[in-house]
């Protein structure tokens, strides 16, 4: 068995769920009540701004209140302690990574407290709401949006990431349903490579059969688990 230096690990909402925010595709297929494409798309902002940046203002809230939980602190540990490349790559919009003291971590679907000025193309951290139209502190355009890649946008810093999976001995998923492209193909993306590949979730995903091993249950036990081991 080849010697593990390199590792990618893919996160997603379930690794936040213990925090207390709330995953994507809960029973009925709504998303705290709204219908994705409602708030998550370019077509919904066009046509109503005011409820997105509403519904992205209350999210924007909300995460500042959470906690990093112990799956947070362990890949923390791990992104400190390992020698080799890592490169967590999240889906997620929260900032726990970050809070739990991660520093290598790629948010491919943007951050919650960004806001991406669309006049002037530059992205100011942010804690406030957007729903008020505040200016953008660059230019002062009443352009802001939330900075998060909604459906039918190009996830970011694809080509980084896809530098990072050729460059793996070890692809791990965490807390993701394995329902939404690209991330979801990663995993097709390392057995094509020859990487080895580990999914770490609550329960099955949809993306399950295509990972050599799949270790169930709450990411607060599992991954603090899986990081002791890699680390041995
Ligand atoms: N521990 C581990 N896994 C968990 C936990 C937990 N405590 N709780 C839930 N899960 C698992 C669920 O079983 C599910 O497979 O996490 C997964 C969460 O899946 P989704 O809600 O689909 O979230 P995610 O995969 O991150 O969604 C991808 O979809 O709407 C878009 O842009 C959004 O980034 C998001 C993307």
């Given at each position: 068995?080849?010697?593990?230096?390199?590792?990618?690990?893919?996160?997603?909402?379930?690794?936040?769920?213990?925090?207390?925010?709330?995953?994507?595709?809960?029973?009925g297929g709504l998303w705290?009540?709204?219908?994705?494409?409602?708030?998550?798309?370019?077509?919904?902002?066009?046509?109503?701004?005011?409820?997105?940046?509403?519904?992205?203002?209350?999210?924007?809230?909300?995460?500042?209140?959470?906690?990093?939980?112990?799956?947070?602190?362990?890949?923390a540990g791990l992104d400190?302690?390992?020698?080799?490349?890592?490169?967590?790559?999240?889906?997620?919009?929260?900032?726990?990574?970050?809070?739990?003291?991660?520093?290598?971590?790629?948010?491919?679907?943007?951050?919650?407290?960004?806001?991406?000025?669309?006049?002037?193309?530059?992205?100011?951290?942010?804690?406030?709401?957007?729903?008020?139209?505040?200016?953008?502190?660059?230019?002062?355009?009443?352009?802001?949006?939330?900075?998060?890649?909604?459906?039918?946008?190009?996830?970011?810093?694809?080509?980084?990431?896809?530098?990072?999976?050729?460059?793996?001995?070890?692809?791990?998923?965490?807390?993701?349903?394995?329902?939404?492209?690209?991330?979801?193909?990663?995993?097709?993306?390392?057995?094509?490579?020859?990487?080895?590949?580990?999914?770490?979730?609550?329960?099955?995903?949809?993306?399950?059969?295509?990972?050599?091993?799949?270790?169930?249950?709450?990411?607060?036990?599992?991954?603090?688990?899986?990081?002791?081991?890699?680390?041995?």
């Open positions: 068995m080849t010697e593990i230096r390199n590792i990618v690990i893919l996160t997603g909402a379930g690794i936040s769920a213990e925090s207390g925010i709330d995953t994507f595709r809960g029973a705290e009540n709204h219908r994705v494409e409602d708030v998550a798309t370019p077509e919904a902002f066009a046509r109503d701004p005011a409820l997105v940046q509403r519904f992205y203002d209350i999210r924007r809230a909300a995460i500042q209140e959470k906690l990093p939980n112990a799956a947070h602190m362990a890949l400190a302690r390992w020698k080799g490349d890592l490169l967590i790559v999240t889906q997620n919009v929260d900032d726990l990574h970050e809070r739990a003291g991660a520093s290598r971590v790629l948010h491919m679907h943007g951050e919650h407290l960004k806001a991406w000025c669309t006049s002037c193309d530059v992205r100011s951290h942010w804690r406030a709401p957007l729903a008020d139209r505040p200016p953008c502190p660059v230019c002062g355009a009443r352009t802001l949006r939330p900075d998060v890649v909604w459906f039918g946008e190009m996830p970011y810093r694809m080509d980084a990431i896809y530098a990072a999976l050729r460059d793996a001995d070890l692809f791990v998923s965490i807390g993701t349903s394995g329902a939404v492209y690209p991330a979801a193909g990663f995993v097709r993306d390392a057995r094509e490579l020859g990487t080895r590949t580990l999914e770490l979730n609550l329960e099955r995903s949809q993306g399950s059969h295509w990972f050599e091993e799949s270790r169930l249950g709450p990411a607060s036990e599992i991954v603090p688990a899986w990081v002791e081991e890699i680390l041995m």
